[in-house]
């Protein structure tokens, strides 16, 4: 049974630690070790959460029979939902859990916004799949030089 589990305080300290081996894997022929490095500090220190949490931004794992597989951080906006971070373990991957994410984002009846590398052709095919379409592509600039080459993808309707 899949169900999602808001991520409460005492727990933001293990985020690093479940993120740093899926974004290992995730982008390490696509981002230099630098990159996904400081990409991961951005994004996964306590307080770097703490400040995205402020910007309304909602942390939740995935649980598959109270075993976490998954997490999914997203923003409720005015006229859309931010699909900010969606990432399984790979033992997980290909059964249907992005499917039943959207499924879970769609009760919010907004349309649903993403960003994906447009050099992380598995991710960009599972949107593809579930109906997301190109809205633009976007060049994202780091620090150090370092830039996010990404495409913005749209799920309308919902």
Do not use: H
Not at 81 to 93: A, G, M, N, Q, S
Not at 141 to 149: A, H, P, S, V
């Amino acid at each position: 049974m899949l169900k999602l589990k808001k991520i409460e305080n005492s727990e933001y300290e293990e985020i690093m630690p479940f993120m740093t081996p899926l974004w290992n894997e995730t982008y390490k022929n696509i981002l230099k070790q630098e990159q996904i490095n400081f990409l991961l500090q951005k994004y996964f220190l306590v307080s770097s959460i703490l400040s995205f949490i402020d910007k309304g931004y909602e942390y939740y794992y995935l649980l598959q029979n109270n075993f976490k597989c998954g997490i999914i951080v997203f923003q409720i906006r005015k006229t859309e939902v931010y699909l900010d971070k969606l990432y399984f373990l790979p033992e997980v991957r290909g059964k249907g859990y992005s499917k039943f994410i959207i499924e879970e984002l769609k009760k919010f009846k907004k349309d649903i916004m993403l960003n994906v590398n447009q050099n992380n052709i598995n991710a960009f095919n599972v949107y593809k799949a579930l109906g997301f379409e190109i809205a633009e592509e976007q060049e994202i600039c780091l620090d150090n030089g370092m830039i996010n080459y990404d495409y913005k993808m749209i799920l309308r309707n919902c």
